[in-house]
Protein backbone atom coordinates (compact mmCIF):
# COMPACT_ATOMS: atom_id res chain seq x y z
CA UNK A 1 0.00 0.00 0.00
CA UNK A 2 2.83 2.17 0.50
CA UNK A 3 4.77 3.80 -2.38
CA UNK A 4 8.99 4.57 -2.09
CA UNK A 5 10.53 6.31 -4.67
CA UNK A 6 13.91 5.05 -4.29
CA UNK A 7 17.38 6.14 -6.15
CA UNK A 8 19.88 3.45 -6.10
CA UNK A 9 23.56 3.70 -6.68
CA UNK A 10 26.65 1.33 -6.43
CA UNK A 11 27.30 -1.09 -3.50
CA UNK A 12 29.89 -0.10 -1.02
CA UNK A 13 31.17 -1.33 2.10
CA UNK A 14 32.61 0.19 4.36
CA UNK A 15 33.43 4.09 4.26
CA UNK A 16 31.88 7.42 5.26
CA UNK A 17 27.61 8.02 3.95
CA UNK A 18 26.44 11.81 3.98
CA UNK A 19 23.34 13.66 3.49
CA UNK A 20 22.69 17.19 3.17
CA UNK A 21 18.84 17.48 3.21
CA UNK A 22 15.67 18.84 3.45
CA UNK A 23 13.38 16.82 5.51
CA UNK A 24 9.91 16.16 4.31
CA UNK A 25 7.32 17.82 7.00
CA UNK A 26 3.77 16.73 5.03
CA UNK A 27 1.68 14.34 7.54
CA UNK A 28 2.30 10.84 6.81
CA UNK A 29 5.39 11.30 4.84
CA UNK A 30 8.80 9.69 5.84
CA UNK A 31 12.25 10.61 4.80
CA UNK A 32 15.15 8.19 5.18
CA UNK A 33 19.02 7.94 4.18
CA UNK A 34 19.49 4.17 4.56
CA UNK A 35 21.92 1.41 3.81
CA UNK A 36 20.94 -1.93 2.93
CA UNK A 37 22.45 -5.39 1.79
CA UNK A 38 20.67 -7.78 -0.55
CA UNK A 39 19.14 -10.39 2.24
CA UNK A 40 19.44 -8.59 5.42
CA UNK A 41 15.79 -9.63 6.68
CA UNK A 42 16.91 -13.62 6.41
CA UNK A 43 18.71 -15.47 9.06
CA UNK A 44 20.84 -17.60 6.85
CA UNK A 45 22.54 -14.45 4.95
CA UNK A 46 22.57 -11.89 7.27
CA UNK A 47 24.02 -13.93 9.83
CA UNK A 48 23.00 -11.19 12.72
CA UNK A 49 24.32 -8.35 10.46
CA UNK A 50 28.34 -9.66 9.42
CA UNK A 51 26.36 -11.14 6.47
CA UNK A 52 24.19 -7.89 5.83
CA UNK A 53 22.16 -5.59 7.68
CA UNK A 54 19.56 -2.67 7.16
CA UNK A 55 21.51 0.78 8.39
CA UNK A 56 18.97 3.08 8.71
CA UNK A 57 21.42 6.43 8.80
CA UNK A 58 18.06 8.83 9.89
CA UNK A 59 14.67 8.42 9.42
CA UNK A 60 12.39 11.54 9.40
CA UNK A 61 8.54 10.49 10.40
CA UNK A 62 6.76 13.42 10.00
CA UNK A 63 3.47 11.35 10.92
CA UNK A 64 4.36 10.87 14.41
CA UNK A 65 4.39 14.00 16.58
CA UNK A 66 7.23 12.47 18.84
CA UNK A 67 9.41 12.72 16.60
CA UNK A 68 8.85 16.11 14.85
CA UNK A 69 11.93 18.00 13.84
CA UNK A 70 13.67 14.83 15.28
CA UNK A 71 14.81 11.18 13.44
CA UNK A 72 15.88 8.48 14.44
CA UNK A 73 18.83 5.81 13.61
CA UNK A 74 18.50 2.09 13.84
CA UNK A 75 19.99 -1.04 12.83
CA UNK A 76 17.86 -4.03 11.59
CA UNK A 77 19.23 -7.39 10.88
CA UNK A 78 18.47 -11.22 11.34
CA UNK A 79 20.16 -14.38 12.84
CA UNK A 80 21.69 -12.60 15.94
CA UNK A 81 22.92 -15.07 18.72
CA UNK A 82 21.30 -17.44 16.48
CA UNK A 83 17.96 -16.56 16.01
CA UNK A 84 16.58 -18.21 13.00
CA UNK A 85 13.43 -16.47 12.90
CA UNK A 86 11.96 -12.86 13.09
CA UNK A 87 13.92 -9.86 12.67
CA UNK A 88 16.46 -7.98 15.35
CA UNK A 89 16.36 -4.35 15.42
CA UNK A 90 18.87 -1.71 17.36
CA UNK A 91 17.16 1.60 17.51
CA UNK A 92 19.85 3.97 18.71
CA UNK A 93 17.90 6.79 19.39
CA UNK A 94 15.55 9.79 18.64
CA UNK A 95 17.71 12.99 17.78
CA UNK A 96 17.05 16.72 17.80
CA UNK A 97 17.99 18.73 14.59
CA UNK A 98 18.23 22.23 13.35
CA UNK A 99 14.30 22.55 12.01
CA UNK A 100 14.37 19.54 9.97
CA UNK A 101 11.57 20.35 7.45
CA UNK A 102 12.90 24.30 6.49
CA UNK A 103 16.47 23.66 6.82
CA UNK A 104 19.08 21.92 5.68
CA UNK A 105 21.14 19.78 7.80
CA UNK A 106 23.36 16.92 7.16
CA UNK A 107 23.11 13.20 8.49
CA UNK A 108 26.37 11.02 8.31
CA UNK A 109 27.19 7.44 8.97
CA UNK A 110 30.94 6.28 9.55
CA UNK A 111 30.99 2.39 8.82
CA UNK A 112 34.29 1.01 10.00
CA UNK A 113 35.73 -2.83 10.54
CA UNK A 114 34.13 -2.27 14.18
CA UNK A 115 30.97 0.04 14.61
CA UNK A 116 28.66 2.28 13.05
CA UNK A 117 29.43 5.49 14.16
CA UNK A 118 26.23 8.32 13.29
CA UNK A 119 26.18 11.95 13.10
CA UNK A 120 24.00 15.21 12.66
CA UNK A 121 25.52 18.17 11.35
CA UNK A 122 29.16 16.60 12.54
CA UNK A 123 27.91 16.15 15.96
CA UNK A 124 28.45 12.23 16.79
CA UNK A 125 24.70 10.73 18.02
CA UNK A 126 25.19 6.98 18.43
CA UNK A 127 28.02 4.26 17.67
CA UNK A 128 26.84 0.52 17.81
CA UNK A 129 28.07 -3.04 16.63
CA UNK A 130 24.52 -4.45 16.92
CA UNK A 131 24.20 -8.41 16.65
CA UNK A 132 27.10 -9.99 16.11
CA UNK A 133 29.07 -7.46 14.47
CA UNK A 134 28.88 -5.00 11.41
CA UNK A 135 28.20 -6.13 7.92
CA UNK A 136 31.60 -7.52 6.35
CA UNK A 137 29.71 -7.55 2.95
CA UNK A 138 28.78 -4.25 0.07
CA UNK A 139 25.39 -2.66 0.47
CA UNK A 140 23.22 -0.09 -1.28
CA UNK A 141 22.97 3.34 0.04
CA UNK A 142 19.25 4.23 -0.88
CA UNK A 143 17.22 7.87 -0.77
CA UNK A 144 13.48 7.13 -0.23
CA UNK A 145 10.49 9.15 0.76
CA UNK A 146 7.68 7.12 1.71
CA UNK A 147 4.45 8.56 0.95
CA UNK A 148 0.95 8.08 2.58
CA UNK A 149 -0.47 4.67 1.99
CA UNK A 150 -3.87 5.29 -0.15
CA UNK A 151 -6.31 5.33 2.78
CA UNK A 152 -4.60 8.54 4.38
CA UNK A 153 -3.53 9.72 0.64
CA UNK A 154 -7.39 9.72 -0.11
CA UNK A 155 -7.67 12.31 2.50
CA UNK A 156 -5.64 15.34 1.02
CA UNK A 157 -7.20 17.98 -1.65
CA UNK A 158 -4.83 16.37 -4.60
CA UNK A 159 -5.47 19.99 -6.97
CA UNK A 160 -3.36 21.56 -4.69
CA UNK A 161 -1.36 18.86 -2.92
CA UNK A 162 2.49 20.20 -3.35
CA UNK A 163 4.88 18.54 -1.36
CA UNK A 164 9.18 17.61 -1.63
CA UNK A 165 12.37 16.24 0.13
CA UNK A 166 15.21 18.81 -0.79
CA UNK A 167 18.58 17.13 -1.38
CA UNK A 168 21.17 19.60 -1.60
CA UNK A 169 24.32 16.71 -2.24
CA UNK A 170 24.59 12.96 -1.03
CA UNK A 171 28.77 12.67 -0.36
CA UNK A 172 30.40 9.18 -0.02
CA UNK A 173 33.90 8.43 0.79
CA UNK A 174 36.16 5.39 0.72
CA UNK A 175 39.23 4.25 1.42
CA UNK A 176 41.69 3.25 -0.68
CA UNK A 177 42.91 -0.84 -0.70
Known sequence: DEIASKAII???KQGYFEIRCICN???YMWSAFWIQADHPYEAEYSQGGIGGAEIDIFESM???STFTNSVTSTVHCAGVNG????IQSANLGTFKANNIYSEYNTYGLEWTEDEYIFYIN???????SFGNGVSQVEERPIISLVVPSSDKFDLMDKETYNTQFTIDYVKIYQKEG
Do not use: D, F, I, M
Not at 83 to 86: I, N
Open 83 to 86: VQEG
Open 10 to 12: NLY
Open 122 to 128: GVETART
Open 25 to 27: GEP
Open 62 to 64: SHN
